[in-house]
């Protein structure tokens, strides 16, 4: 999967579950004061990821610092490159 | 006794009559049904009935998601009903937030459907990993009156009451309670219910559900009728705005009826079988707590759903007090068995009826049975003058329950 794709996959997956404007889910776009998500949409959002990448992230640390769709971005895709 | 006066400004319907009040109200005075075949029953093993009365129509996306989000169809349902009757009510959006509006809404059970869905995902690896942050407030016992309080923005008394088929009435009656001892000016209140085989399976393994009429949804259910042969499930919301009838009369609320009495009771005979004594007793002190006589009743709102033993009961019940004086329906052949919902939608529909100055048939009511017989049964709907109506409904668990309600016209 190239790392367009993977922003893609996260991006679809995410504005379907949240039912979100794509056009308002700029890489910059905030998480909550944005996008308005808020902290049960946080957990299901890791659901989400986790059911799209087929990876598990719930014990990550890095995800408490995630705010933006950018850094959802990053951290999935240093995710993806970790796994062997 | 009420200490203040309780009228109903305001009723919201979402039904298998369609999901207004006028709606449903044109549709029960043209005796259509809301019954139809569901063909997916056929693929459930060892269930007999094939029928449901199911709500169609509605469009859920219309609710934020952030309120959807925690919402099963039955909190669908409530909130889109609760909308309808602050509307109809014009009750000031901003009072919603001043804690003196509450909310007395229930359900039979929290969600049937989400937790299947759940179990079903969670049986594939006993794993909890994909259980998402909805799931308990759509499994909760006050699911939907915690939903309509949250997306209106409402922060008096929440009450939920869970008395299967008696749900709504209780709720309506204990909204009434709230306001008559001035704990609240107004409630929202009245209950929710959304269609699961495992309801119709549960009165199908008591030999309790239609199961003669599967190819004939229209000839189903008939209550008091020789060849009744059980409940038809049903789905929907009836919530009524219960306000307290000075400060209505105050800001100029336009007032369908007042609420004059309410009282429920239990039995202990049986955990399932309706108990002719307790309902004659719910009946005479809910007539007691309106201060009136049998004789002065218009019309009896039946909960008669057309079940073998419940029909008779009621029947008897309503002849030892009424004899054949006093006109007698039951709506549940036009909407089948809306189960929580079926207190307070059929309280509304009877509101319609003293709007409406016109008295709505038993549906498929078409050969009274000998054992219900003794009683002014209503076959054809009538103009009528009626000026108060009293509604029973009764569930398994022993619960009895009976509201009375009067024309505001003459006030």
Known sequence: MTEQEVIELIDSSIAEEFELDRSEMGADANLYTDLGLDSLDTVDMVIVLEGAFNFKIREEEAIRAIRTLGDIHRFVLSKIDQQP | MSLVSVVITGVGIISPLGNDFSTLMRALLAGETG???????????????????????????????????????MSIYAYLASQQALEMAAYPPAQLGEGR?????????????????????????HSLERMKSGLFFQLMGHSC???????????????????????????????????????????????????????????????????????????????????????????????????????????????????CGFATASDTSSIAN??????????????????????????????ATGTEQGDIAEADALRQLFGDQVPVSSLKGHLG???????????????????????????????????????????????????????????????????????????
Do not use: W
């Open chain 2, 274 to 303: 309706p108990d002719v004594d307790a309902m004659v007793t719910c009946m005479r002190l809910a007539l007691e707590d309106a201060g009136l006589t049998a004789s002065e009743i218009d019309y009896i709102n039946a909960h």
């Open chain 2, 101 to 125: 509006i509450g909310v007395s809404i229930g359900s039979t059970l929290g969600s049937t459907a989400t937790s299947e869905n759940f179990f079903k995902d969670y049986f594939r690896d």
């Open chain 2, 145 to 259: 009156a915690a939903n309509v309080m949250q997306s209106l923005g409402m922060t008096g008394r929440m009450m939920a009451s869970s008395a299967a088929c008696a749900t709504s009435c209780q709720s309506v009656g204990y909204a009434y309670e709230q306001i008559a001892f001035g704990r609240q000016d107004a409630m929202l209140c009245g209950g929710a219910d959304e269609f699961h085989p495992l309801t119709v399976a549960t009165f199908d393994v008591m030999n309790a559900a239609s199961k003669d009429f599967n190819q004939q949804p229209e000839s189903a259910p008939r209550p008091f009728d020789q060849r009744r042969d059980g409940v038809v499930c049903g789905e929907g919301s009836g919530i009524l705005l219960l306000e307290r009838k000075d400060l209505a009369l105050k800001r100029g609320a336009n007032i369908l009826a007042d609420v």
């Open chain 2, 337 to 411: 068995h809306t189960m929580a919902a079926s207190g307070s939608i059929e309280l509304a529909a009877s509101v319609g009826m003293l709007l409406e100055q016109k008295l709505i048939a038993t549906r498929n009511l078409e050969q009274v049975d000998d054992r219900c017989a003794g009683l002014a049964h209503l076959q054809q709907t009538r103009p009528e003058s009626v000026n108060i109506i009293l509604k029973n409904n009764f569930a398994m668990g022993g619960v009895n329950s009976t509201i009375i309600i009067r024309s505001s016209v003459n006030d």
């Open chain 2, 35 to 73: 019954v139809r075949e569901v063909p997916e029953l056929e693929e459930i093993g060892g269930l007999r009935s094939r029928l449901a009365a199911t709500v169609s129509g509605i469009n859920p996306k219309l609710i934020p998601r952030k309120f959807r989000r925690s919402m099963s169809n």
